[in-house]
């Protein structure tokens, strides 16, 4: 019995610039090079995911804790999945 997979659409311009929007208010007052830095690259990452990009999810900055890393991550996936279901 072949198996059916849902295929979803893709995110409009509109929900990709709602985010972007997002992610640029999240990390707009940052004033750490290092964590504006990491987290400048992982909405890049979220943004080209967005498009169907085939990407690496960037690892930690240097200067910025493990703790903060994770913490970036989950504000912006979590914007990711307010803005693009």
Do not use: W
């Not at 311009?13 to 707009?28: G, R, V």
């Amino acid at each position: 019995m072949p198996l059916h997979h849902r295929i979803a659409e893709p995110p409009s311009d509109e929900q990709i610039a709602a985010f972007s929007l997002a992610a640029q208010k999240y990390f707009e007052d940052m004033t750490d090079p290092a964590t504006k830095r990491f987290t400048l690259r992982y909405t890049e990452y979220l943004q080209a995911k967005a498009h169907g990009n085939a990407v690496t999810e960037p690892a930690g900055e240097s200067g910025v804790s493990m703790l903060d890393c994770r913490l970036i991550r989950n504000v912006l996936r979590n914007l990711y999945k307010q803005h693009i279901p």
